[in-house]
T-cell receptor, first 112, second 116 residues
Framework: QKEVEQDPGPLSVPEGAIVSLNCTYS??????FMWYRQYSRKGPELLMY????GNKEDGRFTAQVDKSSKYISLFIRDSQPSDSATYLC????????????FGQGTTLQVKP | ETGVTQTPRHLVMGMTNKKSLKCEQH?????MYWYKQSAKKPLELMFV???????ENNSVPSRFSPECPNSSHLFLHLHTLQPEDSALYLC???????????????FGPGTRLTVL
């Protein structure tokens, strides 16, 4: 079983839709949860970071962590064509050997 | 220059060639990383340097040889590569990789490598 599972998609939605991107994980020691956005031919850029459980909002983006279910989500409201990219979840434990573990990435296309 | 830069952006090489990838970070970070990104696979961590010392070698074949002369620069020396090594090679940096804290990593644009 992979430590982090993420549906690769592609996910296609119309402009203005609410998008839900998700990852599941198996390691209960993960404490830090991140979402990166990667445009074609570019490196990943950090979108949001959350510690432990709960929600975090930044503009049109909301990150949600449910540690009891080992499930994290990224919601995008009022999606725009410029949101079309691959979204990578990443997570890490707080221990000294904690490495950042990435999901496979979900490709999102927002159609005008 | 700001952030993390990588050169070259594209590289095509034969299996007998020797080439090097260069990464430079302008963020004042102490940790630098090499990742391999292949289609439909998660990012694969290759090497980690923390304060210029290599702290992680993720069972990478010896045909990949990293070098970190200082906290701002990282190289990946390539020789006798195989076609399956074709991928996007990403460099990243973070404040430090001691394991405590979120270890938020910032990525460069990558080098698209094609091995013929």
């Amino acid at each position: 079983q992979k430590e982090v599972e993420q549906d690769p998609g592609p996910l296609s939605v119309p402009e203005g839709a609410i998008v839900s991107l998700n990852c599941t994980y198996s390691n209960s020691a993960f404490q830090y949860f991140m979402w990166y956005r990667q445009y074609s031919r570019k490196g990943p850029e950090l979108l949001m970071y959350t510690y432990s459980s709960g929600n975090k909002e930044d503009g049109r983006f909301t990150a949600q962590v449910d540690k009891s279910s080992k499930y994290i989500s990224l919601f995008i409201r009022d999606s725009q064509p410029s949101d079309s990219a691959t979204y990578l979840c990443a997570m890490k434990s707080s221990g000294n050997t904690g490495k950042l573990i990435f999901g496979q990435g979900t490709t999102l296309q927002v159609k005008p | 220059e700001t952030g993390v830069t990588q050169t070259p952006r594209h590289l095509v090489m034969g299996m007998t060639n020797k080439k090097s990838l260069k990464c430079e970070q302008h963020l004042g970070h102490n940790a630098m990383y090499w990742y391999k990104q292949s289609a439909k696979k998660p990012l694969e961590l290759m090497f980690v340097y923390n304060f210029k010392e290599q702290t992680e070698n993720n069972s990478v074949p010896s045909r990949f040889s990293p070098e970190c002369p200082n906290s701002s620069h990282l190289f990946l020396h390539l020789h006798t590569l195989q076609p399956e090594d074709s991928a996007l090679y990403l460099c990243a940096s973070s404040q430090d990789s001691s394991g405590r804290g979120p270890d938020t990593q910032y990525f460069g644009p990558g080098t698209r490598l094609t091995v013929l």
